[in-house]
């Protein structure tokens, strides 16, 4: 038993440290968002009537419902000391479970700001920006 419970900390001390992050910005983004606008390898997706896009923040997980089906889980992890402030994202289920995602963040007030690298084997994004030819997506959210 004691094995199992030693067993059991180790893979949840992850998930407890980035939950357990002194972070300000970690408390502000609790809650429900909805996506104003999202941008993928320069290509504006639209973000009305049956496609809005909504996300949950619960902890240290994304969830991500677009239109009536929910889509992602992610586990995520904020550096808010590095300039810009870095996020990275964890794929919980799907084929790309357990992929690491690398990212940048803006918060301020009521908006939310992420630059995600969807190649998992590149280097986060410099700035907040999606270009044709890139694997790189923007998202602005919004807070409800």
């Known amino acids: 038993m004691r094995a199992f419970s030693a067993l ?3 893979f949840t001390l992850p998930v407890l440290l980035a939950a357990g992050e002194s972070s300000e910005d970690l408390k502000n983004m609790q809650g429900l968002w909805r996506v104003t606008k ?3 390898a320069g290509k504006e997706i639209p973000q009305e009537g049956e496609d809005i896009t909504v996300v949950v923040f619960d902890g240290n997980v994304i969830k ?3 239109g009536e089906k929910s889509n992602d889980l992610f586990e995520f992890r904020l550096f808010p000391d590095k300039s810009p402030k870095a996020v ?3 794929y919980l289920f799907g084929k790309r479970k ?3 995602n690398h990212g940048i963040y803006q918060l301020d007030d009521r908006k939310l700001q992420i630059c995600i690298e969807e190649d998992a084997s590149k ?3 410099k700035a907040f920006e999606s270009k044709v030819g890139t694997t790189i997506k923007l998202i602005v959210l919004k807070k409800i």
Do not use: F, Q
Request: aromatic share 6%; hydrophobic share 35%.
């Open 8 to 10: 059991a900390y180790l």
């Open 88 to 90: 990275e994202l964890r």
């Open 123 to 125: 280097n986060r994004p």
């Open 64 to 66: 991500v419902r677009e």
């Open 38 to 40: 999202s941008v993928d």
């Open 98 to 100: 357990g992929e690491i």
